[in-house]
């Protein structure tokens, strides 16, 4: 009883608290698109005495995330704008710093009330709740914890961010949508690269969370019917004693080292494999990291050897600079007049508009495309043309049936779902960690509408010059010679060769040596037999005929 009532306390003293808060975080119109965007990040566990909200704003300030906030805002804007697309409809919004999964569900709460009063086992088409959409939250963790208030009501959820596998069950997440890539995508892309360099023998370093977990089963998945071997894996954390896992790493002697992890994580990572002096790696980055600034810039980064990326690929939406830049000193003076709590405040301090467009802009798509989906579904529903919009009742359920439905172009990119709701048009960057502490696009993976994968290797300066790195078990065998496995990984083995009258396949079944059938022969260390042939002794051949005779 006494938990249930510090919670009614807590959740009444955080709408109190909203009715304070003035900021770019709130936009009144027609209809109300609700945000989560975790503006900081709470970078280690937050304990408490007593349950009380977290205060995001004191927690470590993330230009990347601020600048995907700015764009939803700008999408909004930018369609409120429109006269083709919700004309004379207004579209407004409140969001959240969703800083943490375990602490920010008040803001999750007041999305989905109704007068100001949460109000559970509502009918869809009884009461229209606060909002009609939710876009976000960016990690499948947040995510998670989020989901369920939204899905009974079928309010759908858009995430610009969450990749876990488990978002693909309709039965558990049936209005949750995604405009990023999954991990299984991500998973096909990292398969298709190792593959390209005949790497069989990597290590996997993963997060220890939802989203990295998921990536390592999908991984195990997809490579056990290939010829890549998993030496070595690990789940990694704050507490993670690095020069233990750098060390094993070493001894099995991998020179792949494919790093799924969030951004903050990976951080962590590579700063300690440069201090631990882990010198001519392959590192495989993922999503965020892989285009991580603070890293490319850091001393001794090129020591560790190459890093190749795969990033959501950034691109340049028109107009944007020019609201960051207009907005900066206005933000400033509003917070100025903000009360201390509230979490709905950026606190961007110090930070400069152009320190802001500076940060890493991969996601921008996926947040841009995730609030144009939503606008397209209510454009639908209200039945508008090009004069205006009929005055219907539209429910959240409705939005979404629509946004299922989707089917336009954004940015020459068509922006169309599949049945388990992941946007269609997937499509990664591959970049190499430069000299000039660049990530440099030297190709790139388009799942939409046929599978490409296109990489100019030319452009790829290993650390072993132009040399591409070697990262196997045990060498190819000899033409002729049959793999016997000594270990428990298919990859380390020795070579035999095969004796006469047998063969081997490489392709077929490169372990054993196959014995040549009776009207067959083969010399030792081949991969094919001979077909045995007959010859008969001429009359002439005297010489012949008299040798048979004697014998």
């Known amino acids: 009883m006494k938990t249930s009532l510090s919670s009614l306390f807590l959740l009444g003293f955080f709408f109190h608290a909203q009715t304070q808060c003035k900021s770019e975080f709130n936009l009144k119109g027609d209809f109300i698109i609700g945000g989560l965007f975790d503006i900081h990040d709470v970078s280690e566990t937050v304990h408490h005495d007593r349950p009380e909200v977290i205060n995001c704003s004191s927690q470590q300030f993330s230009a990347a995330n601020y600048q995907r906030f700015q764009l939803m805002r700008f999408s909004v804007e930018e369609i409120n704008n429109s006269s083709s697309l919700l004309p004379n409809v207004s579209l407004g919004y409140e969001v959240f710093d969703h800083c943490s999964d375990a602490l920010s569900f008040p803001g999750v709460l007041r999305l989905m009330s109704i007068n100001g009063s949460i109000q559970p086992w509502v009918e869809p088409n009884n009461k229209v709740p606060r909002v009609m959409a939710v876009i976000g939250p960016f990690t499948s963790t947040q995510a998670m914890t989020a989901a369920p208030f939204?899905?009974?009501?079928?309010?759908?959820?858009?995430?610009?961010?969450?990749?876990?596998?488990?978002?693909?069950?309709?039965?558990?997440?049936?209005?949750?949508?995604?405009?990023?890539?999954?991990?299984?995508?991500?998973?096909?892309?990292?398969?298709?690269?190792?593959?390209?360099?005949?790497?069989?023998?990597?290590?996997?370093?993963?997060?220890?969370?939802?989203?990295?977990?998921?990536?390592?089963?999908?991984?195990?998945?997809?490579?056990?019917?290939?010829?890549?071997?998993?030496?070595?894996t690990k789940s990694v954390n704050h507490n993670t004693d690095y020069s233990r896992i750098f060390k094993s790493i070493e001894e099995q002697r991998i020179n792949v080292i494919i790093v799924f992890a969030s951004e903050l994580t990976a951080e962590v990572l590579i700063e300690s494999a440069v201090q631990l002096n882990v010198t001519n790696k392959v590192w495989i980055a993922i999503d965020?990291?892989?285009?991580?600034?603070?890293?490319?810039k850091m001393k001794g980064i090129r020591n560790i050897g190459t890093v190749l990326g795969l990033p959501q690929p950034a691109l340049t939406i028109a107009g944007f600079s020019e609201f960051?830049?207009?907005?900066?000193?206005?933000?400033?003076?509003?917070?100025?007049?903000?009360?201390?709590?509230?979490?709905?405040?950026?606190?961007?301090?110090?930070?400069?508009?152009?320190?802001?467009?500076?940060?890493?802009?991969?996601?921008?798509?996926?947040?841009?495309?995730?609030?144009?989906?939503?606008?397209?579904?209510?454009?639908n529903a209200l039945q508008c043309d090009t004069s205006g919009c009929n005055n219907i009742t539209v429910y959240p359920n409705m939005i979404f049936a629509e946004i299922q439905k989707s089917n336009f172009t954004l940015l020459n990119r068509t922006v169309l779902f599949d049945e388990t709701?992941?946007?269609?048009?997937?499509?990664?960057?591959?970049?190499?960690?430069?000299?000039?502490?660049?990530?440099?696009?030297?190709?790139?993976?388009?799942?939409?509408?046929?599978?490409?994968?296109?990489?100019?290797?030319s452009k790829i300066i290993w650390h072993t010059s132009r040399e591409v790195p070697i990262s196997v078990c045990s060498p190819e065998c000899p033409k002729g010679y049959a793999r016997k496995q000594n270990r428990i990984h298919k990859c380390c083995f020795t070579c035999e060769i095969c004796p006469v009258s047998t063969y081997v396949n490489d392709e077929e079944d490169p372990y054993n040596c196959v014995p040549c059938k009776d009207t067959e022969w083969s010399e030792g260390g081949s991969t094919s037999c001979n077909l045995r042939q007959l010859e008969y002794i001429p009359f002439t051949d005297t010489d012949l005929l008299e040798g048979q005779c004697a014998s």
């Open 288 to 296: 965020t990291w892989a285009s991580n600034k603070r890293l490319l």
């Open 421 to 457: 709701g992941v946007l269609r048009s997937g499509l990664f960057s591959v970049v190499v960690w430069n000299s000039s502490g660049d990530a440099q696009e030297v190709g790139f993976y388009s799942f939409y509408p046929t599978v490409s994968f296109v990489i100019n290797i």
């Open 150 to 232: 939204f899905m009974p009501d079928l309010i759908p959820m858009v995430s610009y961010g969450s990749s876990s596998s488990a978002f693909s069950s309709k039965v558990k997440y049936p209005s949750f949508l995604r405009t990023a890539n999954p991990n299984k995508d991500v998973i096909d892309v990292i398969v298709t690269m190792v593959q390209h360099f005949n790497w069989s023998w990597v290590a996997f370093l993963n997060s220890d969370d939802d989203y990295a977990n998921d990536g390592l089963e999908l991984f195990i998945r997809k490579i056990k019917p290939t010829e890549i071997c998993l030496a070595y």
């Open 324 to 379: 960051i830049t207009s907005f900066e000193s206005q933000s400033q003076y509003e917070e100025d007049e903000l009360p201390k709590f509230c979490n709905q405040v950026s606190n961007w301090g110090s930070w400069r508009a152009k320190d802001i467009l500076d940060a890493d802009p991969s996601f921008s798509y996926p947040v841009y495309s995730a609030v144009y989906a939503i606008a397209h579904a209510l454009h």
